[in-house]
């Protein structure tokens, strides 16, 4: 049976695989009894006594539809719409009302997410953002607009370090910790130890590789035979493909037994099937492979798969998420509030249930934050109480927290291998806490 995507978080993964790319301000402040801060500062955009305007940049099915990606089920925008009038029951957020601006949104480019963001910061002013921004594209909002920004993924040191005007939240590890963490799951399986490994990455991911990857691997010892990186070659398919076919003769001819790959998982597999060469074991950091529906959509054979184990963040089962009470809420308001289309549990698949997992998430994290931010809410205010928050619980989230220099949420790594009889990647074992 085909599996279907019901929310944005599997269809990105579809359309970053197939696109083959990685996907305060200086006020003076105190610190207000409440953890967060006050700052000498007029509200911040977005901000009136009684509301506060939450932006969401998202898809929808029609929309995947069109772009060739199969959809069904909740779109982004009833999703938030059920929550926020849920919450809006419960008193809102900080003494306030939440207004939804939604803009719908398909990952494809620069373009696209530098229209959605200008639409959100300043033709609909709104307090903070949510989205499904790749790479370096979400500080438009933290970088240029001042606009704090919940992803649900993407942090790095790097765009931290960039985002100088708002906050840069992520529910999902941030960048450079999933490839620590990933590399140490590894390393800690035995998987690397006595091999002959090549190490391939993108482009997007040479500092992380160059900065966290290499040393890691140095320190453990790891006889790494040859270096594979690919360059950025844009949109020009045929040069991509025809440096990937080069590249993998390099991995055939160097002797590796292992090729370790810090990037995106869709690129090299179509390599690795196209030149029909397969090392002994395939290791990658990229929750991409956990998507059956990326398999299904970039023509990733069962066959290409088998020797390939993934050490990413941790994606609970379904059978967890069913066990999740956050989830069981998320799912419940979206039900009451459009019961024609509800979701059952029981029937939706393990990918269905993530995605709305992520987005709740997303969600309840700006809720929480905004709580802690207290009435007066400043861009320094609002940093401030997200930072403060500690230990979250949040929805799909197994382990989170966030902190003084640690912006995105997720604290749990897993590892996976593939399962024949079910054509998937599956866990090898529990979560475990990240390295470092």
Not at 3 to 32: D, H, Q, Y
Not at 194 to 203: D, N, R, S, T
């Amino acid at each position: 049976m085909r599996p279907r995507l019901r929310v944005s978080v599997p269809a990105v993964a579809v359309l970053v695989a197939v696109a083959g790319c990685s996907v305060s301000s200086g006020t003076p402040k105190e610190t207000s009894s409440n953890g967060g801060s006050k700052a000498a500062a007029a509200p911040a955009r977005g901000v009136t006594a009684t509301t506060v305007k939450l932006g969401v940049a998202g898809t929808d099915p029609a929309a995947l539809k069109a772009v060739g990606i199969p959809a069904d089920g909740p779109a982004t925008k009833d999703l938030y719409t059920a929550w926020i009038a849920a919450q809006n029951k419960r008193g809102g957020t900080g003494g306030r009302q939440i207004e939804l601006a939604f803009q719908p949104f398909l990952p494809t480019g620069p373009a696209a997410a530098q229209s959605a963001c200008v639409a959100l910061a300043k033709d609909q002013g709104v307090f903070a953002a949510i989205g499904i921004f790749t790479g370096d594209t979400p500080l438009c909002f933290t970088q240029t607009e001042g606009v704090p920004y919940i992803g649900l993924w993407g942090q790095s040191a790097d765009r931290d370090a960039k985002s100088t005007k708002a906050p840069f939240l992520a529910v999902e590890m941030a960048d450079d910790r999933q490839r620590k963490a990933g590399v140490q799951a590894l390393l800690d399986q035995g998987l690397l130890t006595g091999h002959k490994v090549a190490l391939y990455w993108e482009a997007q991911d040479d500092a992380v590789t160059k900065d966290v990857v290499k040393p890691l691997l140095k320190a453990a010892g790891v006889d790494v035979v040859v270096e594979t990186p690919l360059p950025n070659l844009g949109t020009d398919q045929a040069a991509q493909n025809q440096a990937m076919d080069t590249i993998v003769e390099k991995l055939k001819s160097s002797g590796a037994d292992t090729v370790l790959n810090t990037s995106n998982f869709a690129g090299l597999m179509n390599a690795l099937q196209r030149k029909s060469w397969l090392p002994r074991q395939i290791l990658a950091t990229s929750q991409q492979a956990l998507s059956p529906a990326v398999m299904q959509t970039t023509g990733i054979k069962p066959a290409t798969m088998a020797p390939l184990v993934v050490a990413a963040p941790y994606a609970p089962t379904k059978a967890e998420l069913t066990a999740d009470p956050g989830l069981v809420q998320c799912v419940t308001e979206y039900n009451d509030a459009f019961p024609a289309a509800r979701v059952d549990p029981a029937a939706a698949s393990a990918e269905t249930l993530s995605g709305i997992a992520h987005q709740c998430a997303a969600f309840r994290l700006f809720v929480q934050a905004t709580d802690k931010a207290g009435k007066d809410i400043t861009l320094d205010g609002w940093k401030a109480a997200a930072e403060g928050l500690g230990k979250v619980t949040l929805p799909g989230v197994p382990m989170g927290s966030l902190g003084p220099g640690k912006h995105s949420v997720g604290d749990a790594v897993g590892v996976y291998r593939f399962d024949s009889a079910t054509a998937q990647m599956v866990p090898a074992g529990p979560a475990v806490a990240a390295a470092g």
